[in-house]
T-cell receptor, first 114, second 116 residues
């Protein structure tokens, strides 16, 4: 399967725990985007990363959220000290070109905070 | 502040008929528009797009119309098939000089059900 891979598909965390969401882009893609979909809402842009660089994190909450895309391995979205309001579907997309609307989405990780 | 609005949460049509999904936007900086289809437990899949310099784009059974003066676009599916049943998202980006092509702004989606 050459598509965007995300894991885990479902993640349950208690309040105060850390959540780590992983995204492997399509082969040959070096641009990764993270979006969040809250219940009953559309997807909202969070962050745009290139290998070892954060290009635009204007959609990330100021605290507790961080993202990285290392030289080797998947992109990671980390949420520290999760709260109930973090419960959402988190989608990763990748692109073969920089600064592009041509984005291919993964199946998402559904995070539930209890 | 919702910049992309899909005011119909759901739409039901008969197989073989036309499906029309609507989308309105408020940000005049948007210059590229996309439609995505999403099945349950899957990510959005790109369907069709249109640049603001055009008013129509067609791809097989799918046609997108753009009315810039009304800040409105629509997706037409003809003929509709049961396999088209999914959530359809309208998305927009503001490219251009100094713009952010990559930062897609999505509507809330419309659930289309095509009945056999």
């Amino acid at each position: 399967n050459a598509g965007v891979m995300q894991n885990p598909r479902h993640l349950v965390r208690r309040r105060g725990q850390e959540a780590r969401l992983r995204c492997s882009p399509m082969k040959g893609h070096s641009h990764v985007y993270w979006y969040r979909q809250l219940p009953e809402e559309g997807l909202k842009f969070m962050v745009y990363l290139q290998k070892e660089n954060i290009i635009d994190e204007s959609g990330m909450p100021k605290e507790r959220f961080s993202a990285e895309f290392p030289k080797e391995g998947p992109s990671i979205l980390r949420i520290q000290q999760v709260v109930r309001g973090d419960s959402a579907a988190y989608f990763c997309a990748s692109s073969p070109r920089d600064y592009s609307y041509e984005q291919y989405f993964g199946p998402g990780t559904r995070l539930t905070v209890t | 502040d919702q910049q992309v609005k899909q005011n119909s949460p759901s739409l039901s049509v008969q197989e073989g008929r036309i499906s029309i999904l609507n989308c309105d936007y408020t940000n005049s900086m948007f210059d590229y528009f996309l439609w995505y289809k999403k099945y349950p437990a899957e990510g959005p899949t790109f369907l069709i797009s249109i640049s603001s310099i055009k008013d129509k784009n067609e791809d097989g059974r799918f046609t997108v119309f753009l009315n810039k003066s009304a800040k409105h676009l629509s997706l037409h599916i003809v003929p509709s098939q049961p396999g088209d049943s999914a959530v359809y998202f309208c998305a927009a980006s503001a490219g251009g000089s100094g713009g952010s092509n990559y930062k897609l702004t999505f509507g809330k989606g419309t659930l289309l059900t095509v009945n056999p």
